[in-house]
């Protein structure tokens, strides 16, 4: 069985973000970039359901402009079998990379699709469900927990829900979307970065896979969010009500 | 001989027995080392910190008598500090002297009975002038953190902690000079930093907690001293209280200036003997943007020295931090602390090295190093290692190196020596100490290989006599044998007080001790630390 681990390029996770002055959009010139965290969880997860043997082989995908293939070699790295590279402009929204995955899926028939939970940059939440949709497959997202039964074909997995924990039975082929406590994943030794160099990837162009990108959506304005002000030391306990009368109105 | 007198003593609350633990044992000038550190152990359900061991002083050779030349506080002293510099600055509370007087390691402990909270320079002027007068011996304190006990008072020293003075005054983003005061914490000053888009040229474990005076004041050395050089290059000017209370204005913020003798260097590194910095100004280097970092291991030593010259040559320019640990280190650590996890969990190697490069171009210096790298394993220097791929695994990987004090105190007991070395004799001392101790205790080795500086510590589940009878004063023969330093970096504090000949000529020290006079007639900056108690009279 192939898996296919679909990867996003995003500024790192402890960078300081700052807005750009026009307030179009994240500055993100000379700005540490790497792996999306949840989609590092989704590789990390791919690559044991290999290793325990249940799958041959594990694809790495993305979508963007040539520096994303940063990333992909990251994921090389980290033990992928190869790489695809979707040539596009920048931010692609979810359905447009739904919409190129389901080309993808088509042409490499992987029995498992496993993406992060959401982007730190666009906080989206929408892509694993929506490929889901299209390709008529189950979806578990959320995952905490997944496991594999190769003779029955399903995968069961843990979803973290507001309640708690639900438990679903998915026949593969599935998506999965993964959450935070799945695993912890693992760092790019020097071998497998030294093997990393020599595995292909694959390049397409959105018009190879038949799919036309475009946005519904425009983003207006990026603002930062109010400053918080200071709180303020009073003195006595009369100063205070004298202020949440008088000030808050409150009281 | 004043056996009996201890035991008068004992009797005693064991509140004030805690206090007058150390106090009691100068005093008599007999080491009562065992039955005293059973007592502290006792007390140690007083509401002391659960785990740490207080522990009584290292060998005879360093127990010091308290000056009676220095006075005593009385009421009046207290009414003129409180009407300089207002009731909430002057604290008697016994809770708060209790933290003042104790330091980081929990290994020190005086018995200072007030604690002075200055806010300008002014402030600090008036206080030391009236100090001087009356002969009242004074502690400058900044963040506490010092490793050779010499932020806490011995006897009943003053304690002037300038923590609360914490503005930064001005930064120049053209030039990256920042002028600050000098109770500002490392820490504040690189966030501050950082969204200017500039860094601090120094970073230490102890950044959260450490000050900018204090650094200073002790020269401070740290993680990227390999790259940015030492303090007595950055720093571009500072401003000092001399102990009568003169201010010396020498806050410059210029690259160069040979006009007269640059003083700033005499208290650069002088601990707080010969005036208390209020002010500084630093020369930072600009934020840039690609930083990486690898965690690999080395099987043996001669194999790490080979990676460190081949790493300052290859790597040249964009090197900014080359810190080595040992399999004991790296032990301690995954034990000893939590959400810490191996990066090479296949074996334990030997040797552990963490080196970072900082440059301007991501995709050229990462290139840089990968290939370094890569030849460095087929060359067989690197047995195994891997490559931070986010911000995140690099601070994990920071953590490893900069927990390994942490977990030696959660350990237990801890000998701490700081040693600059020629680099292929560094590990040679840590062999030699693990034959000397054999199963009393384990030695640990790492530190910043990459300036030549071996953090050499001992760990054992007490503090044990025998033990120390082994280290010292071998480790300090062997250093001095080898001309190299006692004190690499952590200063000489009380700890190394008396030791300063292993590493300086009598008459460089004879030198030392004119300068002391000259600027501090009294002696009462900071007294009982730094030069040998000898010298004192």
Not at chain 2, 429 to 444: C, H, P, Q, S
Request: charged share 25%.
């Amino acid at each position: 069985m192939k898996i296919m681990v679909a990867v996003k390029r995003v500024v790192d996770y402890a960078v300081k973000i700052r807005i750009k002055p026009d307030k179009s959009g994240v500055e993100t010139q000379n700005v540490k970039m790497s792996m999306n965290p949840f989609c590092e969880i989704a590789l990390e997860e791919a690559l044991k359901i290999k290793e325990s043997g249940l799958a041959k082989e594990v694809i790495a995908v993305t979508m963007g402009p040539s520096n994303c293939v940063d990333t992909l070699r990251t994921g090389l790295a980290m033990g992928a079998d190869r790489g695809i590279h979707v040539e596009a402009a920048r931010d692609l929204v979810p359905l447009s990379v739904a919409k190129v995955l389901k080309k993808l899926v088509e042409v490499e028939n992987p029995g498992l699709l496993i993406l992060g939970k959401q982007a730190i940059d666009d906080d989206c939440n929408q892509t694993g469900q929506m490929i889901a949709a299209l390709l008529g497959w189950p979806q578990g997202t959320f995952a905490s927990k997944v496991v594999l039964d190769k003779e029955k074909q399903v995968a069961t997995v843990d979803r973290e829900v507001d309640g708690g924990l639900e438990t679903l039975c998915l026949d593969l082929p599935a998506v999965i979307t993964t959450d935070l406590r799945l695993n912890q994943p693992r760092y790019a030794t020097l071998p497998n970065i030294m093997k990393a160099k020599s595995k292909p990837i694959k390049k397409y162009t959105p018009e190879e896979l038949n799919v036309k990108i475009k946005s519904d959506l425009e983003v207006v304005q990026v603002t930062e969010p109010p400053k918080r002000k200071a709180g303020v030391i009073l003195s006595s306990v009369d100063e205070l009500i004298d202020k949440l009368k008088n000030e808050a109105h409150v009281i | 001989m004043e056996k009996w007198r201890a035991t008068t003593n004992l009797r005693r609350s064991l509140k004030s027995i805690l206090n007058r633990q150390l106090k009691f044992r100068y005093l008599n000038g007999k080491r009562s080392c065992q039955s005293s550190f059973n007592l502290i152990r006792d007390c140690k359900s007083l509401g002391q910190v659960n785990a740490i061991q207080h522990r009584c002083f290292s060998s005879a050779s360093t127990l010091v008598q308290r000056n009676p030349s220095f006075s005593t506080l009385n009421s009046d002293d207290i009414s003129y500090f409180k009407g300089l510099l207002g009731e909430k600055s002057v604290i008697q509370d016994e809770d708060r002297l209790e933290t003042v007087n104790t330091d980081w390691m929990h290994k020190y402990k005086g018995s200072s009975k007030l604690l002075l909270l200055p806010r300008s320079t002014e402030e600090v002027a008036q206080i030391l002038r009236y100090c001087n007068s009356r002969c009242l011996a004074v502690v400058p304190q900044g963040g506490n953190t010092g490793l050779v006990g010499g932020s806490v008072p011995v006897f009943d020293e003053v304690i002037v902690n300038v923590s609360s003075m914490n503005n930064i005054i001005s930064f120049d983003k053209v030039s990256g000079i920042l002028v600050c005061e000098a109770g500002c914490i490392l820490e504040n000053l690189i966030s501050f930093l950082d969204n200017q888009g500039f860094i601090m040229p120094l970073d230490l474990g102890a950044k959260g907690s450490c000050q900018i005076g204090g650094n200073v004041s002790t020269n401070a050395g740290g993680l990227r001293l390999v790259r940015y050089g030492s303090l007595h290059g950055n720093v571009l000017g500072l401003e000092a209280v001399l102990a009568n209370g003169d201010v010396l204005d020498m806050l410059g913020t210029l690259r160069k200036d040979n006009t007269g003798y640059d003083l700033k260097h005499l208290f650069i590194g002088s601990e707080g003997s010969l005036g208390i910095v209020t002010k500084v100004s630093i020369l930072t280097p600009p934020k840039l943007s690609s930083v990486n970092i690898a965690f690999l291991a080395c099987n043996d030593y001669s194999s790490c020295q080979k990676l460190l010259m081949e790493a300052k040559r290859k790597l040249g320019e964009i090197l900014s931090a080359f810190e080595f640990l040992d399999t004991e280190a790296m032990n301690l650590v995954l034990h000893q602390l939590d959400g810490v996890r191996n990066p090479l969990p296949a074996s334990m190697h030997n040797f552990y090295i963490l080196i970072e490069t900082t440059g301007s171009d991501e995709s050229y210096n990462r290139e840089k190093l990968e290939a370094f790298l890569l030849s460095s394993m087929e060359g067989g220097l690197i047995s195994d290692g891997v490559l931070a791929q986010d911000i995140n695994q690099a601070s994990s990987f920071w953590r490893i190196r900069e927990g390994v004090p942490e977990a030696l105190m959660k350990a237990g007991a801890v000998y701490k020596y700081d040693l600059s070395l020629p680099v292929e004799k560094m590990y040679d001392l840590v062999d030699d100490m693990r034959i000397r101790l054999g199963d009393l205790a384990t030695v640990v080795g790492y530190g910043h290989l990459g300036d030549g500086n071996l953090h050499l510590n001992v760990s054992a589940p007490e503090y044990d006599d025998k033990i120390l009878e082994q280290i010292e004063p071998y480790v300090y023969e062997w250093t001095s044998k080898h001309r190299g330093s006692i004190s690499a970096e952590h200063g000489l504090g009380l700890m190394k007080a008396n030791k300063i000949y292993y590493s300086k000529s009598t008459e460089t020290v004879q030198t030392m001790a004119s300068i002391k006079k000259l600027l501090d007639p009294n002696g009462i900056l900071n007294p009982y630390k730094v030069l040998p108690h000898s010298l004192n009279s």
